[in-house]
């Protein structure tokens, strides 16, 4: 776990996108102890869960959102500025399995998670770029993973939406670094409380290539993109920082 206090946060605006799902929400409790005031944007299927992240974090702000929508991601932005006075941080960790093989995978099932992970990671960075340009400052941080770029079977759509976040991350570092807006990832591979959507061979597999041996954990991801928010990496722009154990290096 990091120092804090060399990672502070207080009175930061932040928006984190994926809230009911448990790496948004280790997020969320990571940046909130950090001093941040959060807003939660979530999906229908992660209500129950994003209300009880909501509450447990003090968030100021707990919106509904479709990251697939562009208009509701607008609503859901500029609800967002209004309320926090403006926007200094969004966390994009919004993801959608519906793994198939690509001869059996649907044209709903191609679609949507695309445009969960993919076209509402653009969107979301979209609105938020807005009233960071105002101030001249922010800090916007994607959620990536091995699939991005490796590749998954069985998961074309997923890997085909996180390989293109990775290079969404680097076009809008290099668009925006001038406007003192730093865009930044955290690439992950399965973990802890993922293993079990994997077969025991898939388990022992994943393990077995991984050179640290183990599967990583929420809080690991947290501290990374806490880093990536704070000032500690005030001349890091672009950069997909790799929390995988060494599964891709």
Known sequence: MQNLSEHDLTGAAVLITGAG?????????????????????????????AAETARSTAAELSIQCDPA???????????????????????????????????????????????????????????????????????????????????????????????????LTRALASELAPHGIFVNAVAVSYLEDELGQLEPAGQARLLRNTPMHRAGRGEEVADAALFLASAAASFTTGHLLQVNGGLYL
């Open 69 to 167: 929508d562009p208009e509701a991601v607008r609503r859901c932005v500029r609800q967002t500025a209004a309320a926090l006075d403006g926007l200094d941080i969004l966390v994009n960790t919004a993801m959608l399995r519906r793994n198939a093989p690509s001869p059996r995978m649907t044209d709903a099932d191609w679609l949507r998670v695309v445009g969960v992970e993919l076209s509402g990671t653009l969107f979301f960075c979209r609105e938020a770029i807005r009233p960071m340009m105002r101030r001249r400052r922010g800090r916007i941080i994607n959620l990536t993973d091995v699939s991005g770029m490796r590749g998954e079977a069985a998961a074309a759509n997923h890997s085909s939406a996180r390989g293109g976040v990775a290079a």
């Open 21 to 49: 799902q448990r790496l948004a929400d280790t997020v969320a409790r990571r940046f909130a102890m950090a001093g941040a005031r959060l807003a939660l944007a979530y999906m229908v299927e992660d209500a129950a869960a």
